[in-house]
């Protein structure tokens, strides 16, 4: 059972910027594949940026430029750092893992970008 625990959300202005971590309960080394996705009100949650057990990263279209994805192997730790947020990116933001064919989930921190 891997357990993650996401922190930084908030509230800030337009293009203003977050850094968003996520606490693994195990080495995370050991999850092959770890993420972040957002919900927003009405929306289904969709990807915002993963990073593989090699390091291996991939964004979403609305993410790429603006976010990035790392982690900190000694701190069981995966950050997102969000740049010139838009209210857009308004959501509750969740970690994902998966790890042996299955998929952990975060309770989720919220991140409001007011106009």
């Known amino acids: 059972q891997v357990q993650l625990v996401e922190s930084g959300g908030g509230l800030v202005q337009a293009g203003g910027s977050l850094r968003l971590s996520c606490a693994a309960s195990?080495?995370?080394?050991?999850?092959?594949?770890m993420g972040w996705y957002r919900q927003a009100p009405g929306e289904q949650r969709e990807l915002v940026a993963t990073i593989t057990r090699g390091g291996s990263t991939n964004y979403a279209d609305s993410a790429k430029g603006r976010f990035t994805i790392s982690r900190d192997s000694a701190k069981n730790t995966v950050y997102l750092q969000m740049t010139t947020l838009k209210p857009a990116d308004t959501a509750v933001y969740y970690c994902?893992?998966?790890?042996?064919?299955?998929?952990?989930w975060g309770q989720g921190t919220q991140v409001t970008v007011s106009s």
């Open positions: 195990e080495i995370i080394f050991t999850i092959n594949v």
């Open positions: 994902n893992g998966v790890r042996g064919g299955i998929t952990y």
